[in-house]
């Protein structure tokens, strides 16, 4: 069974926008970021409080965007997002652009992370949060939107 994804709807704001009047391609990681982000609420915590309660940090190791089609100033969108690879090392998530009206395919990325101590040095991930989202992954149905 593919990994549990968890959708999020956005709005296109004017400031994401180039002067072509389309989303400028760097906003897609943010979008890819505030993905993520609501896939470890969906999966039990909250990215923040583990930073606190851990000082463990999941820092972006590498990072990929395949711009399909654009998208425009207040444009409805719709990001998905799943883990691809959970281990105790590095997580891989992946994630689908689409306009929320129509279902087209406006972008698909990757992201690559790696836990890292205050001091920038790889660390295993926080066992009780690794269980966390490898179960919810692991657990069906699309979860957001």
């Not at 969906?42 to 990215?47: E, K």
Request: aromatic share 10%; charged share 25%.
């Amino acid at each position: 069974m593919p990994p549990r994804p968890v959708d999020i709807e956005l709005r296109v704001r004017y400031a994401e926008t180039d002067q072509m009047g389309v989303v400028h391609h760097s906003v897609h990681f943010v979008w890819f970021e505030m993905g993520r982000t609501e896939y470890c609420r969906a999966a039990g915590f909250s990215y923040a409080e583990m930073e606190k309660s851990t000082g463990i940090f999941i820092v972006v190791a590498e990072a990929r965007c395949r711009y399909r089609s654009p998208a425009a100033y207040d444009d409805r969108i719709q990001v998905r997002t799943w883990p691809a690879e959970i281990s105790h090392r590095m997580i891989r998530f992946e994630y689908e652009v689409r306009h929320l009206d129509s279902g087209r395919l406006v972008a698909t990325g990757e992201t690559f992370h790696v836990p890292v101590n205050s001091s920038g040095r790889p660390v295993p991930m926080p066992p009780a949060h690794l269980a966390q989202l490898q179960a919810f992954a692991d657990s069906g149905a699309p979860a957001g939107g």
